[in-house]
């Protein structure tokens, strides 16, 4: 949906790799030898409960030198200045994780994107938000490296051979910031989150396209020797991933999460198919401006843009005291994690397919006991706004089966247990109001037809 978050599933994705990897190799392996069956290794589970420290600062910062000689030629970048590395215990990764997730968002914020999530009905009632993504985070974590402090730390209780992936990923990121200023995306303006996630999904899919190139070269090969379908089967590994607290993540969290890195490679891998490794060195400079573009890469290279959305003030119209409390872009990846909660995900994915903007907005009142969700989306064409209306329409009538619905020529009005919900078509708009109070909807719809639809 809209945050990023720094701290990476990497160990998840190194499991994923792990178990890919050997698997390719024993393919060629069959191939080669023509032998009936190859055993494939076991990925190892590194997130192991031991935590002991079997790692020194000395020794990561002596594979540091020859981990980064590797990854400096994968991605034909020169390291500008040495990095400071070193080992660190799991219960002072888990710090640093927590830390960093305070710094990124307020308490404020994260009551306010649990609360949104809930009115889109993507997580339930209640979920306890913070404690469950800082559990996800702190789980699998490896390694990081941070810019703010241009320091590179590795988990100290995980046998330093089997780190080597992990390093080269995270050396990947001292290498882009050296050359490309990571810090600039820290603090990243309010309320544009499908442009941060479509960059941070070039960062991540970048180290990750390293990661894999290093994997693959004891093997004589590349990353852009891995054919389309391969990649795309990596992906789905990941989002099955036998990882137990990502398993239980809701839909939406456990996707979000995953997004940089999945969908992340396949881009990056497109990139560097067509436009080598220079290309996305020079996608830091033309930067992927939604996750359309990430999720089409012929979009990215066409550069075509998102439509801007800027939503009418209608805050009068749902009572006094009332105050917007979050806002945001939801972008096509957001829109098809929205449909595909309730459809099917191919159904999901076609009517999300055709996005052009939008921006969403969370009305609460005094007391935060009631609150109102509005989105106004627009499309690429009236038919690719007139699919995704039928769309949403579906997805209500089915989040809400007992619902009363109250319907015209392209409008929709659901009478639901939390409130009235409105669907509204024109043209190659959409207009969205849920969960507003019985008589609300259609005020605060006349105001929010006011709303600023242009070109960036
Ligand atoms: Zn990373």
Do not use: C
Not at 119 to 135: D, Q, S, T, V
Not at 170 to 186: C, S
């Amino acid at each position: 949906m809209s945050k990023r978050n720094s701290w990476g599933l990497l160990i998840l994705l190194l499991l994923v790799v792990n178990e890919w990897a050997p698997a390719q190799k024993a393919k060629s392996a069959k191939a080669k030898s023509g032998a009936k069956s190859v055993a494939q290794t076991k990925a190892t589970t590194v997130a192991a409960a031991n935590s002991k420290a079997v790692v020194t600062s000395e020794q990561v910062a002596a594979m540091t030198d020859e981990v980064m000689k590797q990854v400096s030629e994968i991605r034909g970048l020169q390291l500008l200045h040495p990095v400071k590395s070193g080992a660190k215990s799991r219960a002072e990764i888990e710090a640093m994780v927590v830390k960093s997730f305070n710094e990124e968002m307020t308490p404020e914020e994260i009551r306010a994107e649990a609360k949104t999530m809930e009115a889109f009905g993507l997580i339930p009632k209640g979920f306890k938000y913070r404690e469950f993504i800082i559990k996800l985070l702190t789980e699998q974590i490896a390694g990081f490296y941070d810019p703010k402090i241009k320091e590179f730390h590795l988990a100290d209780w995980n046998a330093l051979e089997m780190q080597k992936p992990v390093m080269a990923h995270e050396l990947t990121h001292v290498l882009q910031d050296q050359h490309f200023n990571l810090l600039r995306f820290d603090k990243w303006p309010k309320a544009d989150g499908d442009r941060e996630t479509a960059i941070h999904a070039l960062i991540e899919g970048d180290a990750l396209a390293v990661m894999i190139d290093y994997l693959m070269r004891p093997m004589g090969q590349s990353l852009t020797k891995i054919p389309a379908a391969a990649l795309t089967q990596i992906t789905t590994m990941m989002s099955s991933a036998d990882m137990p607290e990502l398993k239980a993540a809701p839909n939406v969290i456990r996707e979000s999460l995953i997004f940089p890195y999945s969908y992340g490679l396949i881009f990056t891998a497109e990139l560097v198919k067509d436009q080598q490794w220079q290309g996305v060195s020079a996608a830091y400079e033309k930067l992927p401006q939604s996750t359309e573009q990430i999720l089409h890469y012929a979009k990215y290279k066409n550069n075509e843009l998102p439509v801007k959305i800027t939503l009418a003030d209608a805050v009068a119209a749902f009572g006094a005291g009332w105050k917007t409390t979050n806002k945001d872009t939801h972008g096509e990846f957001g829109y098809y994690l929205t449909l595909a909660e309730f459809l099917d995900k191919e159904e999901a994915r076609k009517a999300a397919d055709g996005w052009g903007g939008d921006q969403y907005a969370l009305y609460e009142n005094a007391a935060k006991t009631a609150a109102t969700l509005v989105h106004l989306s627009a499309w690429d064409s009236d038919v690719d706004a007139q699919e995704f209306f039928h769309a949403y329409s579906t997805r209500t009538a089915k989040r809400y089966p007992q619902s009363k619905v109250n319907s015209s020529a392209g409008k929709i009005v659901y009478g639901t247990p939390e409130g009235e919900t409105l669907i509204e078509l024109r043209a190659k708009n959409v207009l969205v109001i849920e969960g507003a109070t019985a008589g609300k909807a259609e005020g605060a719809a006349a105001k929010l037809w006011e709303s600023g639809i242009g070109k960036e």
